[in-house]
Nanobody, 117 residues
Framework: VLLQESGPGLVSPSQTLSLACTVSGADITNRHYYWSWIRQAPGKGLERMGAAIKGGNTNYNPARKSRISISRNTPKNQITLELSFVTAEDTAVYYC??????????WGQGTQVTVST
């Protein structure tokens, strides 16, 4: 199973960040898998942003819920993340991660996102 994040490395403040996670070796519609976005800002711990879960549903970190959208692109077997009105505090490495019963088992290599003018 491979997860590959992609997106712009640099985003301007107040814009919308869009990232894609291309999954190979697993079907994103499999009800046993949840697909999470997790990030790590410089000098900080891991922060779960949200996930695409079974039944085509999603759940989000309550602290980010007003700005985040996670969706599936089934033909491309991709999970997408959109984060609106970004600020410098959104600068982080963003990871796409698979969750199964028992925990997160596969991680992408991560993609650096910097919010700056």
């Amino acid at each position: 199973v491979l997860l590959q994040e992609s997106g712009p490395g640099l985003v301007s403040p107040s814009q919308t960040l869009s990232l894609a996670c291309t999954v190979s070796g697993a079907d994103i519609t499999n009800r046993h898998y949840y697909w999470s976005w997790i990030r790590q800002a410089p000098g900080k711990g891991l922060e779960r942003m949200g996930a695409a879960i079974k039944g085509g549903n999603t759940n989000y970190n309550p602290a980010r819920k007003s700005r985040i959208s996670i969706s599936r692109n089934t033909p491309k077997n991709q999970i997408t993340l959109e984060l609106s009105f970004v600020t410098a505090e959104d600068t982080a490495v963003y990871y796409c991660v698979r969750w199964v019963a028992g925990g997160h088992d596969y991680w992408g290599q991560g993609t650096q996102v910097t919010v700056s003018t």
